[in-house]
T-cell receptor, first 114, second 112 residues
Framework: DAKTTQPPSMDCAEGRAANLPCNHS???????VYWYRQIHSQGPQYIIH???NNETNEMASLIITEDRKSSTLILPHATLRDTAVYYC???????????????FGEGTQLTVNP | DADVTQTPRNRITKTGKRIMLECSQT?????MYWYRQDPGLGLRLIYY???????NKGEISDGYSVSRQAQAKFSLSLESAIPNQTALYFC???????????FGQGTRLTVV
């Protein structure tokens, strides 16, 4: 799996957009970008994933650069409950078991301030 | 009910004791995982299983063993617990298309 680089911490004001960057310059053509978050010692929670097109769901948006070497997770209106560690993970998707292992780095601690 | 249930949620045990952490899932997925998390660090993979007959070591399997009793159940054992196995342990299951993993709430294990 490609290596990812994330800032160790970020702050955001409540109600503002939180933009979390991730660098993955060695990503392969068949690797997807996944985002998970972990709220204070709870089990990680899936947020979103994408290959090359921008993606949006009820939780967040994922913007992937055209060269796919970096991406940004956007929480459009951050709340205090979004304070968590956010993990960017790159790996192969699909039905093969080789793509089913999740490798977690140290992530970005996002703190949403009132 | 939670998709992935871990028991116990907290446990204190003595060095040298055998302990089992249990995990059950209601998602109906074949793929299950055990992770360990130390303070301030990311999750590290201990063991994973693609089905009842397919069990694989992860990056930190020494000192641990697992049992996949059924599709829904995956247990982690510490045969002889040691203090540096004090950590937060997570069980997870994965969709067959590898798009989303579901994690339990964790077991906080302290070895004294």
């Amino acid at each position: 799996d490609a290596k990812t680089t994330q800032p160790p911490s970020m702050d955001c004001a409540e109600g503002r957009a939180a933009n979390l960057p991730c660098n993955h310059s060695t990503i392969s053509g068949n690797e997807y970008v996944y985002w998970y978050r972990q709220i204070h010692s709870q089990g990680p929670q899936y947020i979103i994933h994408g290959l090359k097109n921008n993606e949006t769901n009820e939780m967040a948006s994922l913007i992937i650069t055209e060269d796919r070497k970096s991406s940004t997770l956007i929480l459009p209106h951050a709340t205090l409950r979004d304070t968590a560690v956010y993990y960017c993970i790159v790996r192969v998707a699909g039905w093969e078991t080789s793509g089913s292992r999740l490798t977690f780095g140290e992530g970005t601690q996002l703190t949403v301030n009132p | 009910d939670a998709d992935v249930t871990q028991t116990p949620r907290n446990r204190i045990t003595k060095t040298g004791k055998r302990i089992m952490l249990e995990c059950s899932q209601t998602k109906g997925h074949d793929r299950m995982y055990w992770y360990r998390q130390d303070p301030g660090l990311g999750l590290r993979l201990i063991y994973y299983s693609f089905d009842v007959k397919d069990i694989n070591k992860g990056e930190i399997s020494d000192g641990y063993s697992v049992s996949r009793q059924a599709q829904a159940k995956f247990s982690l054992s510490l045969e002889s617990a040691i203090p540096n196995q004090t950590a937060l342990y997570f069980c997870a299951t994965m969709r067959p298309d590898n798009t989303e993993a579901f994690f339990g709430q964790g077991t906080r294990l302290t070895v004294v």
